[in-house]
Structure formats: structure tokens, C-alpha cells
């Protein structure tokens, strides 16, 4: 952590600590689809690198898109550590109002982990939808990957502040201890999601980083009804990485979805 690290920056350093503790075991899948897919490949919300590197190590062209400066620092930084520069191309954009001089041309678009949800409206969320369809190359994949929450998940979003996790930062020795505390209102699907880090040396005063983060969650039903609002043939909605079957239970709603 450097001297004058801002909190866009801290925060990003942060997340990219929590999924090297809870892999979300995700890149497999992208590897394979674009392998399925051929080049070039498009991710939205693309944070830190995290799917978008490892596909140009593969081999493939990829467009890196994400709103956040300084998650893109820190996917530049490990695509520069991958020596991968000639095949992937960053952009700081809303995805949104995105428009890229490709459209039209990419065999995949993926928009990973949950990042639809922090597109707080349906109005929203259907135009990253559309801005997916747009984007494909005719008979060109978009896949969509979320969340599910149980009952017992939501009843956890009650304005309690949670501790997630204590972990070490073996850079320095520093303590990182991680909250959270959410809301829900059912009728609208949306949750406003607040984490804490504190993190300082034993026996130091801790630095505070926070987030706030408005979203909404959706269903696998409305994530169909999304897509085939936006054009795309829906190909199959899977239950988790895997691909097996959506159904009962089932954690995660993972579509996969086609431009005629």
C-alpha cells in the first residue's frame, strides 16, 4: 500500500484480495467459451483484469471495458506482467454509452460476476443487454452471470453490520478486517450494499476504506426477459459454472445467449 494510495485505488487493491481468497472459479467457463467462439472477445465491467488478462494469455483479442481508473491501472499493470499488451485493448468508458469502432464484430461478450447488478434499474440493466447485442458479430455469444440469493441470504440484508473476514496481508504484515452491512426492499429487487476494510498493523490505528453500492438483483426468469428484449436468442441458462442445468437450487443463473 503506497504512501498517497487514494481509496479508488485502496479499494481496488481490496477487491482484487477477496477473490484471491474466494476464487469465484469462473475463468474456466471464458476460457472455453471463447475457445468455442473464436476472436475478438468483449468484456464489460472488466475491473481489474481478472477474466480479461487471462484470455489474451490464452491467446485471444480482447476489449477490456470498465468506468473505474484505477481498476484499470491494475489490469494494465498485470497484462503488462503477462507481456499480452498486443492483444488486449483498454477502455475507460460507461458501459452504458458504450459504442465501441468494432461493433458488430465480436464472437463473445461477457458481462461476469454479478457486475449486472450494479446496474441499479431494469432500465439499466436492459440496456447493458442491448449494448451486448449491439456489440456481437451475428451468431455471436453474450453471457451473463448472477447471483441467486436464498431467503436466509436476504434476511441477512437487514442494515446489520457483518463481519466477513480477518486475513493477514502478507505484504507488509497489516491486518485487513472486512464488514458489510445491506438493505433489501423486495418489491423493487434493490439492495444498497455497504463494505468496510480496516486494515493497519497490530498494536497501530487502522486506516478505513468504504464503499456504497446501489443494485438490484434479478431473477433467471427476468434475466431471459432481458435478453430477448434486446434481440438475442437465449441458448441455455446454466446453474453455476459447470453448465449444468438451471433448476431447483440452483446458486447462480449463468446465460448464454445468441445475436441471430
Same mark, same amino acid.
Given at each position: 500500500?503506497?504512501?498517497? =494510495?487514494? !481509496? %479508488?485505488?485502496?479499494?481496488?487493491?481490496?477487491?482484487?484480495?477477496?477473490?484471491? %481468497?474466494?476464487?469465484?472459479?469462473?475463468?474456466?467457463?471464458?476460457? %472455453?467459451? !471463447?475457445?468455442?467462439?473464436?476472436?475478438?472477445?468483449?468484456?464489460?465491467?472488466?475491473?481489474?483484469?481478472? #477474466?480479461?488478462?487471462?484470455?489474451?494469455?490464452?491467446?485471444?483479442?480482447?476489449?477490456?471495458?470498465?468506468?473505474?481508473?484505477?481498476?484499470?491501472?491494475? %489490469?494494465?499493470?498485470?497484462?503488462?506482467?503477462?507481456? /499480452?499488451?498486443?492483444? #488486449?485493448?483498454?477502455?475507460?468508458?460507461?458501459?452504458?454509452?458504450?459504442?465501441?469502432?468494432?461493433?458488430?464484430?465480436?464472437?463473445?461478450? /461477457?458481462?461476469?460476476?454479478?457486475?449486472?447488478?450494479?446496474?441499479?434499474?431494469?432500465?439499466?440493466?436492459?440496456?447493458?443487454?442491448?449494448?451486448?447485442?449491439?456489440?456481437?458479430?451475428?451468431?455471436?455469444?453474450?453471457?451473463?452471470?448472477?447471483?441467486?440469493?436464498?431467503?436466509?441470504?436476504?434476511?441477512?440484508?437487514?442494515?446489520?453490520?457483518?463481519?466477513?473476514?480477518?486475513?493477514?496481508?502478507? *505484504?507488509?504484515?497489516?491486518?485487513?478486517?472486512?464488514?458489510?452491512?445491506?438493505?433489501?426492499?423486495?418489491?423493487?429487487?434493490?439492495?444498497?450494499?455497504?463494505? #468496510?476494510? *480496516? =486494515?493497519?498493523?497490530?498494536?497501530?490505528?487502522?486506516?478505513?476504506?468504504?464503499?456504497?453500492?446501489?443494485?438490484?438483483?434479478?431473477?433467471? *426468469?427476468?434475466?431471459?426477459?432481458?435478453? =430477448?428484449? !434486446? @434481440?438475442?436468442?437465449?441458448?441455455?441458462?446454466? @446453474?453455476?459454472?459447470?453448465?449444468?442445468?438451471?433448476?431447483?437450487?440452483?446458486?447462480? !443463473?449463468?446465460? /448464454?445467449?445468441?445475436?441471430?
Amino acid at each position: 500500500m503506497g504512501r498517497h =494510495e487514494t !481509496a %479508488a485505488e485502496a479499494l481496488a487493491r481490496l477487491y482484487d484480495a477477496d477473490l484471491e %481468497a474466494d476464487d469465484p472459479g469462473d475463468l474456466d467457463l471464458y476460457l %472455453a467459451l !471463447a475457445e468455442r467462439t473464436g476472436d475478438p472477445v468483449l468484456e464489460l465491467a472488466a475491473g481489474s483484469g481478472r #477474466i480479461a488478462v487471462p484470455l489474451a494469455v490464452a491467446g485471444h483479442r480482447v476489449t477490456a471495458v470498465d468506468l473505474d481508473p484505477a481498476m484499470l491501472a491494475r %489490469a494494465r499493470a498485470r497484462a503488462a506482467g503477462e507481456d /499480452v499488451a498486443a492483444r #488486449i485493448d483498454f477502455v475507460e468508458a460507461d458501459l452504458l454509452d458504450l459504442r465501441l469502432p468494432d461493433a458488430g464484430a465480436f464472437r463473445l461478450v /461477457v458481462l461476469a460476476l454479478n457486475s449486472l447488478f450494479l446496474l441499479a434499474t431494469r432500465t439499466a440493466q436492459a440496456r447493458a443487454l442491448q449494448v451486448m447485442a449491439e456489440h456481437l458479430a451475428p451468431d455471436g455469444l453474450a453471457v451473463v452471470d448472477v447471483w441467486l440469493p436464498t431467503a436466509g441470504d436476504l434476511a441477512r440484508y437487514d442494515g446489520r453490520l457483518l463481519l466477513d473476514r480477518l486475513t493477514v496481508d502478507t *505484504d507488509g504484515g497489516r491486518q485487513v478486517t472486512k464488514s458489510w452491512a445491506a438493505t433489501h426492499d423486495a418489491a423493487t429487487q434493490a439492495v444498497v450494499l455497504t463494505t #468496510i476494510y *480496516d =486494515e493497519g498493523r497490530p498494536g497501530e490505528p487502522a486506516v478505513r476504506w468504504a464503499r456504497r453500492d446501489a443494485m438490484r438483483l434479478v431473477t433467471a *426468469d427476468e434475466l431471459r426477459a432481458l435478453a =430477448e428484449a !434486446a @434481440g438475442l436468442r437465449v441458448e441455455s441458462i446454466a @446453474g453455476g459454472y459447470d453448465m449444468d442445468p438451471f433448476g431447483p437450487g440452483s446458486e447462480r !443463473a449463468v446465460l /448464454v445467449a445468441r445475436r441471430p
